[in-house]
């Protein structure tokens, strides 16, 4: 009830009537007739009583009630259904954007970036363009480049173990949405582009999205030693921040400092991916 009250009927569409309203916002009845389902139902829903109900219905009612998506995911919840994959918010997503950017640089000297559900490179921070070869303003998609790019081949030594890794956390990641087409598209483009990953992508193994060692070869600074890690980012569920954190070998900690280092700086005007 509480949320049908936030809904005024010049929001739903609704004439007013010009009669005054003993209680706020929208009328059971006038949310089971926009939602397309018998009032009864629409009450016993809110009353919390075992029904049946499909997934459908529920999109009907949190479109006319307007709930946000997390609200949402609440009612599937309420209803005994599993609820559907977070999704961002779009009145938030600009003002995330710049958020997002002030946490990858505080990450510095350390790469960092984000990436959307495909792989794509959205935002990153300057170590993640002196370290990896990423280019700020410029999309890259981190998967294609795996198997794609000569130079990030060339220079990543735990290339073979990692490619398989990635194949597989990448198909379990488009098995979570089968019906969204672009990872489809990500995959047939790099099936043509890469026998390799075509073999990687046919054995169909599935991994979690997780932590993964990365050893690298970097032209300035020699030997580099990470643990990658990949979380999704609850104020927007559609992206994942992918951090790079030195491990204790050939002093990575120390050669990423100085790397930021003015000193650093001058030496590394030509990125050189790892």
């Not at 949402?72 to 977070?86: C, D, E, I, S, T």
Request: aromatic share 6%; with cysteine; hydrophobic share 40%.
């Amino acid at each position: 009830m509480g949320r049908r009250a936030r809904v005024t009927p010049a929001d739903a569409g609704l004439p007013d009537g010009g009669a005054p309203r003993r209680t706020p916002g929208l009328r059971r009845e006038e949310v089971a007739v926009l939602a397309g389902v018998c009032l009864s139902w629409y009450q016993w829903l809110e009353q919390g009583r075992n029904i049946s109900v499909s997934p459908q219905v529920l999109d009907s009612v949190a479109r006319v009630l307007r709930l946000t998506n997390a609200e949402r995911r609440h009612l599937y919840v309420l209803a005994g259904l599993n609820p559907p994959l977070p999704e961002a918010e779009p009145d938030r997503q600009e003002d995330t954007h710049e958020s997002l950017q002030r946490m990858i640089d505080a990450r510095m000297p350390y790469p960092a970036h984000i990436m959307d559900q495909y792989y794509n490179t959205v935002l990153c921070n300057d170590a993640a363009a002196t370290v990896l070869g990423m280019k700020p303003g410029i999309t890259h998609n981190c998967l294609v480049d795996v198997f794609t790019d000569p130079m990030y081949r060339s220079r990543a030594r735990s290339w073979k173990q990692n490619a398989r890794t990635v194949v597989a956390q990448f198909r379990a990641a488009c098995l979570a949405s089968p019906d969204d087409e672009g990872f489809q598209a990500v995959a047939t483009q790099l099936k043509a582009a890469s026998p390799e990953f075509a073999e990687l992508w046919e054995r169909r193994d599935i991994e979690e999205t997780g932590q993964i060692r990365k050893e690298m070869d970097h032209l300035l600074l020699g030997l580099l030693f990470f643990e990658s890690s990949t979380m999704r980012l609850p104020a927007r569920p559609d992206l994942s921040i992918v951090l790079h954190t030195p491990l204790p070998e050939a002093d990575t900690a120390g050669k990423l400092e100085w790397l930021a280092s003015p000193q650093g700086r001058s030496g590394a005007m030509h990125p050189v991916a790892g």
